[in-house]
């Protein structure tokens, strides 16, 4: 870290630091976005797959030797008996998914995207006839064949949701456990033999899942494959080298706030997902690949080195275990409780995060169209609130009081989901996420910019990747236990009810975030440049 003297850090203020790191900022921008290519339509793709392959729940189409086949259609006796006869008008209750009137099914019924129900002709009149996907909103419809909004296959739907949570929430939780086991060693190398070299490796490694969703798609192989390749994503990850690579090009004042602008571009990144959920599912598998590929040439020929020879350190091989490394996060008051402080809040964030997309499905009636629009409405509050409001508010009321403003927030994101999930409009999670959430993500860019300060020059990518290691390990475990949560402990019970228990438990965990926040110390010499000395750093005992 810097010694205060301006002199070693002759930036010409914000506007040339972002300059300086603008590559590295389009590089996330472009990884994000082909990541985020498929995401709205995973989370419909995945819960029928569970369904259908779990528990035979349809069958595919006669005379169709892929199993992979994306009409999954029911038998005709399955569809005859997957309607319900609600009058000519096909008016849905106040209590079903929409409460709107349903559109008339296109000539031939339901398309093979559709996710909700439409109106076509039956024997008794118009009826609801669904769509081969299990339909969006299935805890709001009826499992008793006498109600008017009976769905065959209501609960089998139900546990295909569950499951491709689960799914998801462990591979995370493994991607987790191999993140804090490598990413202090992946920056102590970076600290070593520099940044660029890694970020490529990173975006290889990024994209190995969506090549296997590519590949279960066309083949017969088990969607298991994409969770295997995700959770091995763990073994490298772009953020925590990019911050490393920000803190080499930024001096103090401006770190927190272009780890920030760093963050919300990434986030803008993430407006690729409505467009994935127009193009054929196939399409967007595709271009999500090719868009790989433009990330790791662009990384190669664009990104320069941020780390000078004449800056980095030797290789220590002590350094590279994990344990050592996890040591430099409790040298010192202010380091260990920012840790901990880390770790409850993101188990919390991580965990709820996974099972979120499958909870708004199965309770508020989300869309792919839907996701696309609330991931799309939360990139662009995540660049007001990064780009514009975190230098004015670290101003305002320091990085302290950043860090405590965003742990509030989550905590009314967390309680407000318990509650809407009682009334399931889409409105209410729509402000819950894109409002509360978006400012409760300004912790870590806070937190991050405080353990840099107190942190010598040639330990950045040390701290930081110790730091990411941690809140790996803790996303990890919230990734564990949240999924087991959601399915009530693996008991029988609607996605809506264990979602309400898994928000409850994040509520409580946000709450102790909250409070070890307040312990932060408030003396001046935590939050303004220091000794470069990092036995300087670990003498303040306070």
């Not at 193009?279 to 080195?305: D, Q, R």
């Not at 344990?323 to 008051?333: A, D, G, P």
Request: with cysteine; proline share 5%; aromatic share 10%.
């Amino acid at each position: 870290m810097s010694d205060g003297n301006e002199e070693e850090k002759p930036l010409a203020g914000l506007g040339a630091e972002l300059r300086g790191i603008s590559p590295l900022i389009f590089l996330i921008f472009l990884e994000v976005a082909a990541l985020g290519l498929p995401s709205a339509i995973l989370p419909i793709i995945a819960t029928t797959e569970f369904a259908k392959v779990e528990y035979k729940a349809g069958v595919l189409p006669e005379g169709s030797t892929n199993d992979r086949d994306r009409s999954l259609a029911w038998t005709n006796e399955e569809a005859a008996g997957n309607v319900c006869t609600v009058g000519p008008s096909c008016l849905r209750l106040e209590d079903c998914p929409g409460g709107a009137v349903a559109l008339a099914c296109p000539e031939g019924g339901p398309s093979d995207r559709d996710t909700e129900p439409c109106c076509g002709p039956c024997a008794a009149g118009l009826c609801l006839t669904f769509p081969d996907t299990c339909p969006v909103g299935v805890d709001n419809y009826d499992a008793d064949a006498a109600s008017p909004f009976y769905y065959l296959y209501r609960s089998q739907c139900q546990d295909g949701n569950k499951l491709a949570a689960r799914a998801l929430g462990w591979a995370d939780g493994l991607k987790g456990i191999l993140t804090f086991l490598m990413s202090g060693t992946i920056g102590v190398i970076s600290d070593s033999k520099g940044r660029k070299n890694l970020l490529i490796l990173a975006e290889i490694v990024a994209f190995l899942p969506n090549v296997m969703l590519l590949v279960w798609f066309r083949t017969p192989i088990s969607i298991y494959a994409y969770y295997s390749a995700r959770s091995f994503t763990g073994l490298m990850n772009s953020v925590a080298v990019g911050v490393a690579y920000v803190v080499d090009k930024t001096s103090d004042a401006n770190r927190a706030v272009c780890i920030g602008i760093l963050v919300a571009i990434a986030a803008l990144g993430a407006v690729s997902s409505p467009i994935g959920a127009a193009m054929p599912y196939e399409l967007a598998f595709w271009v999500s690949n090719g868009m790989a590929i433009g990330c790791v040439v662009f990384t190669y020929f664009c990104v320069e080195e941020s780390l000078p020879e004449e800056k980095r350190k030797p290789l220590d091989l002590e350094n590279v275990k994990p344990w050592h490394n996890m040591n430099i996060l409790v040298r010192n008051k202010l380091f260990f409780v920012l840790t901990v402080l880390i770790l409850m809040n993101s188990s919390s964030n991580k965990g709820l995060n996974d099972i979120n997309l499958y909870f708004l499905q199965a309770t508020f009636g989300f869309t792919s169209a839907n996701v696309g629009l609330l991931v799309v409405l939360l990139a662009v509050s995540v660049i007001v609130t990064q780009g514009f409001l975190l230098k004015p508010l670290v101003a305002k009321l320091g990085e302290r009081g950043v860090i405590i403003l965003a742990l509030a927030c989550g905590l009314v994101y967390y309680g407000g989901m318990v509650l809407a999930s009682f009334a399931a409009r889409a409105w209410q999670a729509f402000i819950l996420v894109v409002i509360f959430g978006s400012v409760s993500v300004l912790s870590f860019p806070a937190v991050s910019a405080m353990e840099s300060r107190n942190s010598a020059d040639d330990e950045q990518g040390l701290v930081q990747g110790a730091l990411f290691g941690a809140q790996s390990l803790a996303q990890a475990g919230g990734n564990l236990l949240f999924p087991v949560l959601y399915e009530c402990f693996f008991t029988d019970c609607s996605p809506t009810v264990g979602g309400r228990i898994a928000y409850i438990a994040g509520t409580a965990l946000q709450t102790g975030a909250l409070l070890v926040a307040l312990l932060l110390p408030t003396e001046d010499k935590y939050y303004k440049p220091v000794s470069a000395s990092a036995d300087a750093v670990g003498d303040n005992k306070a």
